[in-house]
């Protein structure tokens, strides 16, 4: 059974730093894609961040020089490292992992980390 849990959430005010991590469990994370996602109260889920099996990254532009994400296959963890964080990073956090087995995509998803920036 696959299973995604995140922490390293909290409350910071602006200008401060968080790292989430993500830890999978239950599934061959060195092959999977894992992505960030945030969800603001009364928005949609938003991708922030997306890393690939073999340490590509991507970033949304308001994230871009701000928030780092990198992997840790050995310890089966994916982190996000956010820094300079400002009101608009609040929400909830999630983590997605993609694998594709015999060309089915699978997706998985963590239960969130709630993030709140203070001013």
């Known amino acids: 059974q696959v299973q995604l849990v995140e922490s390293g959430g909290g409350l910071v005010q602006v200008g401060g730093s968080l790292r989430l991590s993500c830890a999978a469990s239950g599934i061959i994370f060195s092959i999977c894609a894992v992505d960030w996602y945030r969800q603001a109260p009364g928005k949609q889920r938003e991708l922030v961040a997306g890393i690939s099996s073999g340490g590509r990254t991507n970033y949304v532009d308001p994230v871009k020089g701000r928030f780092t994400i990198s992997r840790d296959n050995a310890k089966n963890t994916v982190y996000l490292q956010m820094n300079s964080l400002n009101a608009e990073d609040t929400g909830v956090y999630y983590c997605?992992?993609?694998?594709?087995?015999?060309?089915?995509?699978?997706?998985?998803w963590g239960q969130g980390t709630q993030v709140t920036v203070s001013s």
């Open positions: 997605n992992a993609v694998e594709y087995i015999s060309g089915t995509r699978y997706d998985s």
